[in-house]
């Protein structure tokens, strides 16, 4: 029998986000991200169930030959464009849409002069987060060149730095830079992110980027994911390995940090940092044991966390849910001093992982190429 810590993800769950998204946006076109390995949910068998999608937005070349070679014929949005010229004649043949966000990678472009067919190119302004893009004063003099290399007129696209914040007027102010930037210029434009959808509708324009939102996490602190109507994609579960008894005064794991103080019961659950499973998760942390939640006792091992059962034991092989249906992930995050983000995709490549509501074809096999961090 195999270690019983497991990744199982809902499919069913993400199309229901999807069209959560689409209901805030039935205007716009849609760039489902799903870069770093689909969130930690796996690239391949995520794009296959998000089919109705009008593209995929991923970080790199390799992410985006790995869904071409996956049989995957949807327009793929490339974030960080090319890092070499050797790249280019690559991202060309498999027909990907590149985001051009700096001279460097314009020069790339320009200096494989065969190529001047691209589906369309995106040109990537700086409106204020100050980490890609050409700032607003140099849209005027890049968009020709971008011309010059593609079939359509340039995408035109920014990213906005704290749309997570509805009374921050940051993003207000990014909007009309990117207004001003490209005002007269044709082409389709892209601002909005997850949080954007929900704080700022006039983000909404021709393509969305969506990505946090359609695993069913709210990009919204102070507002749950379930408020919103999102469904959670991804549980984390295990199970119980062993449960002992436990008196006053009686240590548990490295460093001896708690200490019990009654009679009582602990449980030893098969997951731990070499899992994914958050090192500084604090004394307390929630943890789903069967029906009820008991607090996280003692550090964080490699491979496994120690749980308080209180004065009743459970089983040997009793389930554990370390996040997902019943213990939204942004707990855990928030209680370990980190983002949903950082949980999600640091899911060990060790973790078993179970796809369910899978629409075309069995994905177990493509666990592998899921993961996805060489082309296939």
């Not at 990505?211 to 579960?237: N, Q």
Request: aromatic share 6%.
């Amino acid at each position: 029998m195999s270690r019983p810590i497991c990744a199982r993800i809902d499919f069913t769950a993400l199309r229901h986000n999807l069209n959560v998204v689409r209901n805030l946006a039935p205007q716009s076109r849609i760039w489902a991200v799903i870069k770093a390995n689909g969130y930690g949910h796996g690239l391949l068998p995520v794009a296959r169930a998000l089919s109705g999608v009008e593209g995929f937005a991923v970080s790199s070349l390799e992410e985006g030959l790995c869904l071409r070679e996956g049989g995957v014929r949807t327009a793929v949005l490339v974030l960080e464009g090319v890092f070499s010229r050797e790249e280019v004649p690559q991202a060309r043949q498999a027909d990907l849409e590149l985001v051009v966000h700096s001279e460097w990678v314009l020069e790339h472009l320009e200096a494989v002069k065969k190529i001047t067919d691209w589906p369309r190119l995106w040109l990537k302004i700086d409106t204020g987060m100050n980490r890609l893009g050409f700032p607003p004063s140099r849209v005027q003099s890049i968009y020709p060149r971008l011309c010059s290399l593609s079939r359509e007129p340039p995408g035109l696209m920014t990213h906005l730095a704290m749309a997570d914040r509805p009374g921050d007027p940051m993003t207000r102010i990014q909007m009309d830079h990117f207004d001003e930037a490209t005002r007269g210029l044709p082409g389709h434009r892209s601002l909005a992110n997850s949080a954007a959808l929900l704080n700022f509708p006039r983000a909404a324009a021709d393509w969305i980027r969506p990505g946090l939102m359609l695993f069913g996490v709210s990009p919204l602190e102070s507002v749950p994911a379930e408020t919103l109507g999102l469904e959670p994609v991804m549980t984390l579960s295990t199970a119980l390995m062993a449960v002992k008894p436990v008196k006053p005064g009686d240590a548990v794991g490295y460093g001896a940090t708690w200490q019990a103080q009654r009679n009582g019961w602990i449980g030893i659950a098969a997951a731990g940092y070499g899992d994914g499973y958050p090192y500084h998760a604090p004394q307390g942390a929630p943890v789903r044991v069967g029906e009820g939640i008991c607090p996280l006792i003692g550090r964080v091992s490699m491979d496994m966390i120690a749980i308080d059962l209180g004065p009743d034991p459970q089983p040997v092989g009793a389930p554990v849910i370390l996040w997902g249906k019943g213990l939204p992930v942004e707990q855990i995050a928030r209680c370990s001093g980190t983002i949903p983000y950082e949980l999600l995709c640091g899911v060990a490549q060790r973790v078993r992982h179970e796809w369910r509501g899978f629409p075309v074809t069995e994905p177990q096999a493509d666990h592998a190429a899921s993961h996805c961090t060489l082309p296939l």
